[in-house]
Nanobody
């Protein structure tokens, strides 16, 4: 299984970006995908997660209402739409996957994931 994240860049505060994560090597619906981010000097944190089978979504509190995670099974792609972005959203963003239907208490925890894509840099600055 491979994951490829893309879509990062420089955006002004209040702006928007959409990150994409293409998943290859599996067509299973019993899968969870998470988006994580890591800022310099900080631990990697879970931002948003989705259970592909039922499309249940989960968010960390700092992004709820601003970020939206979604999946397109036909394209084997998971997106995170990021709106009203803030400087504190600046980080390297990673997508990760696991062939399990994770629950709310675990879907944003990095150790729960088996496969990781390379990160994409997101910078929010004026």
């Amino acid at each position: 299984v491979q994951l490829q994240a893309s879509g990062g860049g420089l955006v002004q505060p209040g702006g928007s970006l959409r990150l994409s994560c293409v998943v290859s090597g599996t067509s299973s619906a019993d899968y969870s995908i998470g988006w994580f981010r890591q800022a310099p000097g900080k631990e990697r944190e879970g931002v948003a997660g989705i259970r592909v089978r039922d499309r249940n979504t989960f968010y960390t509190s700092s992004v709820r209402g601003r970020f939206t995670i979604s999946s397109d099974r036909a394209k084997n792609t998971v997106y995170v739409q990021m709106n009203n972005m803030k400087p504190e959203d600046t980080a390297v963003y990673y997508c990760a996957g696991t062939p399990r239907n994770l629950i709310a208490s675990s879907i944003l925890r990095p150790p729960q994931y088996d496969y990781w894509g390379r990160g994409t840099q997101v910078t929010v600055s004026s």
